[in-house]
Structure formats: C-alpha cells, structure tokens
C-alpha cells in the first residue's frame, strides 16, 4: 500500500511529465514552421487541434466513463503521441510536402486532443476533496511548462528546431512508462451496453439543457477564440520587437500561474466561481491590451498575466464539473468541455486569429496594436455575455459527494 504523500507524488509527477511533454513541441512550434519554410500552415497546423477536438475527446471520454480503465488509456494517447510525433518532426526536418505535413499534423491533435483532460479526471477522482486538493497538485504542471521553456532556448539552442520535436518524444515515452505507476481507475459506467450514440458520447449534449451548464460551457468556447492567438502570434511579436530566446520568455506566464494554483484552494473558500471566471475573463482583456501598446515590457507583462487568466478560469470549470455534473458523465462532460475549448473555440479561434493577422499585416509588417486591439474588443463581448447568462446556485440533489463549492 502506498502512503497518502506516495499517492500525491505519483499524481503531481504525471502532470509534470505531461505538460513537458506537451510544451517542448507546442511552445515552439510556430517558430519551427517559420525557419522550414511553413510559416504559411501556422493558422492550418494549429487550427488542426480544433478539428480533432470534435471527435477524439468525446470517444476517449465515453470509453473512459465506460470501458476502459483511464490509467490504460493514457498509456496509449502517451505512446500515440510519441510515435505521431516522430513522423511530424521528421517530415518537416526532410522537407516533406506541405500537404503531408498538414496530414500529419492533424493525425497529432487527434491523439493529442484528449490526453489532459482524460489525466485531469484521473487526478481528480483519486482526490476526497479536488477544490481544495486539486490546485495544489495541477501547479506541477506548471513547473514541467515551465522547465520546457528554458530547456530549449538556453539548453538545447533549438528555438525553430525540429529536435525540440524529438526530444517531445523521449518525454511522452517517459509519460508512458509512469503510467504503470499510477493507480487504476475502473470506468464509472462499465455496465451500460455499447451502442453507436454511447460510444461518441452524443447523449453528454443534453448537458447544455441546463442554462448554468449551457453558460459556462458555450463561455469557456467563446473565451477561447481569441485566447487562441497566444502560442501562435505572442512568439512571433516578441521577434518583431527584437526578443530572441522567445520559448524562454513564453514561460514567464507560467511564473504567475503557480501563484494562482497555490491561491486557488482559499479563493474557493472565499469567492463564488462565477466571481473567478469574470476575472479570468478581465485579466484577459487587460493581457490584450498590453500587447496592443507594442512594446517590449508591456507585452512581457502581458505574457506574465496569461498563467492568472489562465488558471482563473479553466482549473475552476474542471472543478465545476467534478462537483456540479454526475459521476458517470464526468468524463464525458468533461470531454465536452475540450470540445468546446479545443474543438469550436481553437478551430475558429487559429483560423480567425490568423485571418485577422493577415489582415493586420501588409507586407512583413503587422499592425500589432489593432490586431490586439480587435482581439481585447472580443473578450470585452464574452465578459457581457457571461455575466449576463451565468446565475450559478447549488448543485442539484444527489450529484456532489464532495464539500460543496460556491458556484
């Protein structure tokens, strides 16, 4: 038997693991593109994630609530990633065509789509209490974000290098490995016989009957269309400014956002969630307006507003779900929640921020102030819409089994 620490180290390890796994490849990849002559497929590559973010998650997600140990499951999203990897980063290095790239790419997100989510849940059904215990293991994850950036600007030199791909692929290996360490979580709904409807998960939608359901969830996709300009554009406006070693300074966002991780479990003590998600929503529009003002310490202060913004509202809607969805949809719910954020927010959101750059930009000058100008003015509609819609209230009888948070 493990000891309560041993049981916390294995959790806050896996998030570490995974979200440096995720940021050597992701952080840098607009930058990879840019120096092989496929800066033209940034808004497509990127945009590729909201694609499988319609399919992938909400299939692990029922085969998680329902037949397949998530532990097993992450094992193999682990080793899918690896191996998706490996061709990618080869292909761009060999000068593949674009069209395969692209292909490539998009067979990535579809194994990429659902890894945390489906870790998320893992961890959080191991825990008694998440509010309170939750926070503090996710800001491990933070760390390993953290760790990738300077790994590969001041270590490896490899900001633009396909090795940042390759190294990605020794992490989500190591990822693979450490899941034969963590405990075994049965699927909540293993009893209920497979069908064409359960397997996709389609019944979750009926979630979005529930007006505070359907509020927060159609907010987290609304809010992450113009969010999705960060990993893509940030890098590229911190050249324009004269910045080298950007994937270094990417990583200062993730300095406030161990802040927030640690303040998140007496903030949920003290405030309502619908009063951090309205200031998410705000730190947002400050971040954006930051940028706007084009120069170098405004949009570095931006960058280090993006780890509160962050953590203010995504850690509170994945507890929201642990304490407000029942048990056997949890996954499923939060499968939906990806599909929102990483499906219609991120496809819309890659393939309108990159329009809108396009339009900002005549020749190789873009217009940095009104592109983030137009982006804040976005998040502004969001915020009005949110607060208007969203009420919160308790939960409803019979679905918490946990302390009961302020909604």
């Not at 890098?235 to 998140?264: K, N, R």
């Not at 003590?269 to 705000?282: H, P």
């Not at 940095?368 to 009888?397: D, I, N, Q, S």
């Given at each position: 038997?493990r000891?309560?620490?041993?049981?916390?180290?294995?959790?806050?390890?896996?998030?570490?693991?995974?979200?440096q796994a995720?940021?050597?490849?992701f952080?840098?990849?607009s930058g990879?593109?840019k120096?092989h002559?496929?800066?033209?497929?940034?808004?497509w590559a990127?945009?590729a994630?909201?694609?499988?973010?319609?399919?992938?998650?909400?299939?692990?997600?029922?085969?998680?609530?329902?037949?397949?140990?998530?532990?097993?499951?992450?094992?193999?999203?682990?080793?899918?990633?690896?191996?998706?990897?490996s061709?990618?980063?080869w292909g761009?290095?060999a000068?593949?065509?674009?069209g395969i790239?692209?292909?490539?790419?998009q067979?990535?997100q579809?194994?990429?789509?659902?890894?945390?989510?489906?870790?998320s849940?893992?961890?959080?059904a191991?825990?008694?209490?998440?509010?309170?215990?939750?926070?503090?293991?996710?800001v491990?994850?933070?760390?390993?974000w953290?760790?990738a950036?300077?790994?590969?600007?001041?270590?490896?030199?490899?900001?633009?290098?396909?090795t940042?791909?390759?190294?990605?692929?020794?992490?989500w290996?190591?990822v693979?490995v450490?899941?034969?360490?963590?405990p075994k979580r049965?699927?909540?709904?293993?009893?209920?016989?497979?069908?064409f409807?359960?397997?996709l998960?389609?019944?979750?939608f009926?979630?979005?009957?529930?007006p505070?359901?359907?509020a927060?969830f159609?907010?987290?996709?609304?809010?992450?269309?113009?969010?999705?300009?960060?990993?893509?554009?940030?890098?590229?406006?911190?050249?324009?400014?004269?910045?080298?070693?950007?994937?270094?300074?990417?990583?200062?966002?993730?300095?406030?956002?161990v802040?927030?991780m640690?303040?998140?479990a007496p903030l949920?003590?003290?405030?309502?969630l619908?009063?951090?998600?309205?200031?998410?929503i705000?730190l947002g529009?400050a971040?954006?307006?930051?940028?706007?003002?084009?120069?170098?310490w405004?949009?570095?202060a931006?960058?280090?507003l993006?780890?509160v913004?962050?953590?203010l509202?995504f850690i509170?809607?994945q507890?929201?779900?642990?304490?407000?969805?029942?048990k056997?949809?949890?996954?499923r719910a939060?499968?939906?929640m990806t599909?929102?954020?990483?499906g219609?927010g991120?496809?819309?959101g890659?393939?309108?921020?990159g329009?809108?750059?396009?339009?900002?930009?005549?020749?190789t000058?873009?217009?940095?102030?009104?592109?983030w100008?137009?982006?804040?003015?976005a998040l502004?509609?969001?915020?009005?819409?949110?607060k208007?819609?969203?009420?919160?209230?308790?939960a409803?009888?019979?679905?918490?089994?946990?302390?009961?948070?302020?909604v």
């Amino acid at each position: 038997m493990r000891t309560e620490f041993q049981q916390k180290a294995l959790l806050a390890g896996v998030f570490f693991l995974q979200a440096q796994a995720i940021a050597l490849w992701f952080v840098p990849f607009s930058g990879v593109l840019k120096s092989h002559g496929l800066g033209f497929l940034t808004p497509w590559a990127f945009a590729a994630s909201g694609v499988a973010a319609f399919i992938s998650p909400m299939v692990t997600g029922s085969l998680a609530d329902r037949h397949l140990s998530a532990t097993l499951l992450l094992r193999y999203l682990a080793l899918g990633m690896a191996t998706m990897l490996s061709f990618t980063f080869w292909g761009i290095q060999a000068g593949w065509h674009p069209g395969i790239i692209l292909a490539l790419i998009q067979l990535l997100q579809f194994v990429s789509a659902p890894t945390w989510g489906v870790t998320s849940m893992l961890v959080m059904a191991q825990l008694p209490n998440p509010s309170r215990q939750f926070g503090g293991l996710r800001v491990w994850g933070t760390y390993g974000w953290m760790l990738a950036g300077p790994v590969i600007s001041w270590v490896l030199h490899a900001d633009g290098s396909t090795t940042t791909g390759f190294i990605s692929v020794v992490a989500w290996l190591g990822v693979a490995v450490f899941t034969f360490f963590l405990p075994k979580r049965p699927p909540e709904a293993a009893r209920i016989p497979v069908q064409f409807k359960n397997l996709l998960g389609l019944e979750t939608f009926s979630l979005l009957k529930d007006p505070q359901h359907r509020a927060l969830f159609l907010t987290a996709g609304l809010f992450s269309i113009p969010l999705a300009a960060f990993y893509p554009y940030t890098p590229l406006h911190l050249q324009d400014l004269g910045l080298e070693d950007v994937s270094a300074f990417m990583s200062l966002g993730q300095i406030t956002e161990v802040l927030a991780m640690y303040a998140l479990a007496p903030l949920l003590v003290r405030c309502r969630l619908r009063t951090l998600f309205i200031c998410a929503i705000g730190l947002g529009i400050a971040r954006y307006g930051l940028f706007a003002m084009d120069a170098k310490w405004p949009v570095l202060a931006g960058v280090i507003l993006h780890g509160v913004c962050f953590t203010l509202f995504f850690i509170p809607a994945q507890i929201y779900i642990e304490h407000r969805i029942p048990k056997e949809l949890r996954f499923r719910a939060q499968a939906l929640m990806t599909l929102l954020v990483s499906g219609f927010g991120n496809l819309f959101g890659y393939l309108g921020c990159g329009a809108l750059k396009a339009w900002c930009t005549s020749g190789t000058q873009t217009q940095w102030p009104l592109y983030w100008g137009t982006l804040g003015c976005a998040l502004v509609g969001v915020a009005v819409y949110f607060k208007a819609a969203y009420r919160g209230g308790p939960a409803g009888a019979g679905e918490l089994e946990q302390p009961a948070v302020k909604v």
